[in-house]
Nanobody
Framework: EVQLLESGGGSGQPGGALRLSCTTS????????MGWFPQAPGKEREAVAT???????TYADSVKGRFTISEDSSKRTLYLQMNNLKPEDTAMYFC????????????????WGQGTQVTVSS
């Protein structure tokens, strides 16, 4: 059974930092096609940071220079380092993976975690 378990969320102040983790199990791990997808109340879930089929990183404009996505294959874990937090970063953060590792057509994230809440306020 594929499982993705997010952790590290919580409350942070503007300008502060949080580090999210997503520990995976139940499938042949791939360092490709993994990502973080926040969803704020009343808004669509959308990618803010992804690792793509060529191992490149893609960031949403709103987080460029502040967030860093990384992974540790030895721990089967995906991370999101969130620096210089802003109130608009407040959302439930979901990690997602493409258990096939992607294809020539790109990534298709087929498994999702339950999410970890991030709240940024002063």
């Amino acid at each position: 059974e594929v499982q993705l378990l997010e952790s590290g969320g919580g409350s942070g102040q503007p300008g502060g930092a949080l580090r999210l983790s997503c520990t995976t199990s139940g499938y042949v791990y791939s360092m490709f096609c993994m990502g973080w997808f926040p969803q704020a109340p009343g808004k669509e879930r959308e990618a803010v940071a992804t690792i793509d089929t060529d191992f490149s990183r893609t960031y949403a404009d709103s987080v460029k220079g502040r967030f860093t996505i990384s992974e540790d294959s030895s721990k089967r874990t995906l991370y999101l380092q969130m620096n210089n937090l802003k109130p608009e970063d407040t959302a439930m953060y979901f990690c997602a993976v493409d258990t096939s590792g992607g294809s020539t057509y790109g990534c298709s994230h087929n498994y999702w975690g339950q999410g970890t809440q991030v709240t940024v306020s002063s």
